[in-house]
């Protein structure tokens, strides 16, 4: 089995900042792409951003500029540097690694529990 566990959540007022951080843990070969999607209450889950393992990334429009996902290989830990926050980014962050390759060479869509970034005053 494959867990993957989000940290970092919270509330910060409008203009702060936040970083979240996801760690997959279990029977690990092999982790290829990772990202960050989120869900704002009655919305749909919307991607955030993408980051593959040679460290490609790709954002949705909206958080171009202001959000950063990176990650750590031999940590299995992909984090999200969140800036410049807005009340629209509010929602659950949910951390996803569609590609896992298990010690047993299975491929898993592995999904997080998701972490609550609320940004008001």
């Known amino acids: 089995q494959v867990q993957l566990v989000e940290s970092g959540g919270g509330l910060v007022q409008p203009g702060g900042s936040l970083r979240l951080s996801c760690a997959a843990s279990g029977s690990i070969f092999r982790i290829y792409a990772m990202g960050w999607y989120r869900q704002a209450p009655g919305k749909q889950r919307e991607l955030v951003a993408t980051i593959r393992s040679g460290a490609n990334t790709n954002y949705a429009d909206s958080v171009k500029g202001r959000f950063t996902i990176s990650r750590d290989n031999a940590k299995n830990t992909v984090y999200l540097q ?40």
Do not use: F, H
């Open 82 to 121: 969140m800036n410049s926050l807005k009340p629209e980014d509010t929602a659950v962050y949910y951390c996803n690694a569609p590609e896992v390759i298990t010690s047993t060479l299975r491929t898993l869509d592995a999904w997080g529990q998701g972490t609550l970034v609320t940004v008001s005053s």
